[in-house]
């Protein structure tokens, strides 16, 4: 296969997640309406589980197939990198203000749980730790608990979001942007949007590693950095598409929501793995990728916080400065020490 041919499936692939993905961060806003889940709650859990599928099928072909648990870690992890990178890009192109500040605080309840797994994840993967050597079976210790807490995370948020939506009903009218579209018209073209991100998502990691390798790209960059921004496609084109549409809280959301998901899935990836406990078996250099990713969800939670009024460097946010200058030094390192 030539390189043309290569580039041309990537932006053919590239094409349909725009498309799909622009629908179903639409459809997603009338679902969060028409069901009164809210879009902080819709964001997290269903778009954030539709835009995490090709992680989780590339994670799943890395440790059953192909045997590259190294792969699907830095996949995973670079994953979250990414998410975060793209809250900068959403708070540069939100004009209002600091996006985080437009933002609901119940955000922090995602990102805190987020740093509570990542730390996890971090303490999987140094061998000299005490607790790396823990396991249950041939699954390290870490999994369960990253299960737990991603369970745990979804029930507290979705309580804290129905009593503030009580809250809300109580002294306010809500105010229907959608009555002129059905429920079922909504649900079958939320469908069909996922169908087809989800496909495209779960394509589009192949292409990028033969594209690699046509480019000569060496391997070792592939997970953290190349597949990892691949996969994470369909979070960048549904978030801008709800950015579009005024749902700042579907938008970070699904963000910070398919950081939880792919943090669980590193969980189920263990499971998967029958050779022994899988942060143990990929390389330290993970744990780096692990710290920076928990540097940069406190920076948000710090943010979401403080809610600066204004844009400290006109425009972008310092949060979401920082948040862009982190991710670029990260590839810079990884490409620097690989």
Sequence with gaps: MTGWEVWLKFFFCLALIGVSGTQLS????????????GRTWLGLVLLAAITSLPESSTGISSVLWVNAPNIS????????????????????????????????????????????????????????????GITIGYIGLSSPILLVCYLGAMRVIYRYQRRERLAYLQKHQ????????GLGKTVLMF??????????????PRIAVDL????GWRQTLVGTI??????????????????????????????LGSNLVN?????????????????R???????????????????????????????????VSLGAFLLAFLFTANIFLQMLTK
């Design 212 to 215: 690699a390798s046509i480019m």
């Design 174 to 181: 809500e105010a229907l942007l959608y009555a002129h579209i």
């Design 73 to 132: 870690v830095g996949d995973l992890l670079g994953s979250c990198l990414f998410n975060l990178f793209i809250l900068a890009v959403v708070d540069l192109l939100y004009p209002s203000g600091p996006v985080l500040t437009a933002a609901d605080r119940g955000h922090l309840l995602a990102g805190s749980f987020a740093v509570v797994m990542l730390t996890v994840t971090v303490m999987g993967t140094l061998a000299p730790l005490p607790t790396a």
């Design 226 to 255: 190349f597949v990892a921004i691949s996969t994470s496609l369909p979070e960048l084109v549904v978030t801008l598409g709800a950015l579009r549409l005024g749902a700042v809280d579907l938008a970070v959301g699904n963000l």
């Design 26 to 37: 639409r459809y997603g806003d009338v679902l969060a309406e028409k069901t009164g889940l």
């Design 191 to 204: 469908g069909l949007g996922a169908l087809v991100v989800v496909g495209a998502g779960i394509w589009i």
């Design 281 to 315: 078996a990929v390389s330290p250099d993970h744990a780096s990728t692990g710290l920076m990713a928990i540097l940069m969800t406190s920076i948000v939670c710090a943010e979401l916080v403080y809610r600066p009024p204004k844009k400290a460097l006109r425009l």
């Design 263 to 279: 943090l669980a899935l590193l969980g189920v990836m263990d499971i998967l793995y029958f050779k022994g406990p899988l942060l």
